[in-house]
């Protein structure tokens, strides 16, 4: 078992620092971790401590329990139905990613004839990026209503009291982008 985890850890590693484009130095680097510790993990002889292994799932942007799970194939297909959506009223949201990004949260909105949903204002210094795929829908946002049409995008401050309304009488979708600002450490 022991080598299994010892094993899928640098495996791990390795591709996802490999799939980022970046060198062990690089990663040791952005890490905070020493760089023969981290060609250590990448070569199976090392058995890091919880604080390197957080350090290393930071870096590389996923979940610890990523780093020890055995790899991943090199494609994974995700149905539709498998990624989290919720329902808010009548509008139906879903993640449009399987994976977390960090910083970022993006979203599918499918508004039926006549929905209304408001917005969640985020933090000061967020950007929101909303698109229009199909359908008309209306964004108010700062005293404003903007009509998006297929293929349009609005930008505008993601701190702010806003909310999204179709219009018409037909289903209208959307995608919505959120650039989380940064925390303050």
Not at 6 to 16: E, F, V
Not at 126 to 137: A, F, K, P, W
Not at 173 to 182: D, K, R, W
């Amino acid at each position: 078992m022991a080598t299994t985890v010892a094993t899928n850890l640098a495996a791990n590693i390795r591709q996802l620092r490999e799939a980022r484009g970046m060198t062990q130095d690089q990663m040791a680097r952005i890490s905070n971790v020493p760089r023969p510790t981290w060609s250590n993990l990448e070569s199976g002889q090392s058995n890091p401590t919880l604080s390197v292994l957080i350090k290393v799932a930071n870096a590389l942007q996923v979940p610890v329990e990523e780093l020890i799970a055995a790899p991943r194939t090199a494609v994974k297909l995700y149905r539709s139905a498998s990624l989290p959506s919720a329902t808010r009223g009548k509008v139906r949201l879903r993640k449009l990613l399987p994976d977390r990004i960090a910083g970022f949260e993006i979203d599918r909105m499918e508004l039926p004839a006549g929905a209304y949903m408001a917005g969640v204002p985020h933090t000061p210094g967020t950007r929101e990026y909303l698109t229009c795929e199909s359908g008309t829908v209306q964004l108010s946002v700062g005293g404003e209503v903007w009509n998006l049409e297929p293929g349009d995008v609005v930008v505008f401050r993601g701190d702010q009291k806003h909310g999204y309304r179709n219009p018409r009488a037909q289903l209208a979708v959307t995608y919505s982008i959120v650039a989380l600002a940064p925390v303050a450490s």
